[in-house]
């Protein structure tokens, strides 16, 4: 396939998934929260993980200046990326869902704050960071560039492993033996697995 139609599929899911949160962010911009960890080093995890997974895949998109880190990937490995973009889409779409007025891009608590353990959220407590490797993983297959690889693989980690362990420390203080019990009957990010 030619490389123009990778990157007008891409671009096509990568939109799809703004549309899927905008409601979101506007929502929660009108509601109440109670209590909020760590502000400011989450907001600047928040904008390098962004940077890394919509500005520099974007650039490698639209401009000629990321092409000497091209890795000519054979077109099945693209395609799974591809399958697997779209299946983020499906997934990111679901815990939305799923989650609702208790979503936030940085860790608060809100108002009357419950906490979900059913659809994506029975087996993995995390499927939204799930569905963030999978893009980062397959924004690398599909656009088949080391730049776009690395860099998003890079500060999409440095996010997920911050934040991983306070966001449960938070949930634990604000949930108590509900959320213990929760994490002993689930996994991280891969249902039965990790
Ligand atoms: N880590 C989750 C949610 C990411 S959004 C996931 O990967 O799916 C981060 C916010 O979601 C946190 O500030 C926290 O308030 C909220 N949150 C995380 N897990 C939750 C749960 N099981 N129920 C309700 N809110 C949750």
Same mark, same amino acid.
């Not at 096509?12 to 009108?30: A, D, E, F, S, T």
């Not at 890079?154 to 949930?171: A, D, G, N, Q, V």
């Given at each position: %396939?030619?490389?123009?139609?990778?990157?007008?599929?891409?671009?096509? #899911?990568?939109? *799809?998934?703004?549309?899927?949160?905008?409601? !979101?962010?506007?929502?929660?911009?009108?509601?109440?929260?109670?209590?909020?960890?760590?502000?400011?080093?989450?907001?600047?995890?928040?904008?390098?993980?962004?940077?890394? %997974?919509?500005?520099?895949?974007?650039?490698?998109?639209?401009?000629?200046?990321?092409?000497?880190?091209?890795?000519?990937?054979?077109?099945?490995?693209? $395609? #799974?990326?591809?399958?697997?973009?779209?299946?983020?889409?499906? *997934?990111?779409?679901?815990? !939305?869902?799923? *989650?609702?007025?208790?979503?936030?891009?940085?860790?608060?608590?809100?108002?009357? !704050?419950? $906490?979900?353990?059913?659809?994506?959220?029975?087996?993995?407590? !995390?499927? %939204?960071?799930?569905?963030?490797?999978?893009?980062?993983?397959?924004?690398? $297959?599909? $656009?088949?560039?080391?730049?776009?690889?690395?860099?998003?693989?890079?500060?999409?980690?440095?996010?997920?492993?911050?934040?991983?362990?306070?966001?449960?420390?938070? %949930? #634990?203080?604000?949930?108590?033996?509900?959320?213990?019990?929760?994490?002993?009957?689930?996994?991280?990010?891969?249902?039965?697995?990790?």
């Amino acid at each position: %396939m030619q490389e123009i139609m990778y990157k007008l599929i891409f671009t096509i #899911i990568w939109l *799809l998934n703004g549309l899927v949160r905008r409601p !979101h962010m506007k929502k929660y911009k009108k509601t109440e929260m109670i209590s909020s960890k760590n502000t400011s080093r989450e907001k600047l995890l928040y904008f390098l993980a962004a940077f890394g %997974m919509m500005i520099v895949p974007m650039v490698y998109v639209f401009t000629p200046w990321l092409n000497s880190f091209n890795m000519n990937l054979p077109d099945w490995i693209r $395609l #799974i990326g591809v399958i697997g973009f779209g299946f983020g889409l499906f *997934l990111f779409w679901w815990v !939305h869902r799923t *989650l609702g007025e208790n979503w936030s891009p940085i860790l608060e608590i809100r108002k009357e !704050h419950k $906490l979900i353990t059913t659809g994506p959220y029975k087996h993995a407590r !995390h499927p %939204m960071y799930t569905q963030i490797w999978i893009w980062v993983i397959c924004q690398w $297959l599909i $656009l088949s560039n080391w730049a776009v690889g690395v860099v998003g693989i890079l500060t999409w980690s440095i996010l997920y492993f911050i934040r991983l362990p306070e966001e449960e420390k938070m %949930m #634990i203080e604000e949930f108590g033996q509900e959320y213990e019990d929760y994490i002993k009957r689930t996994k991280n990010i891969i249902p039965w697995v990790y």
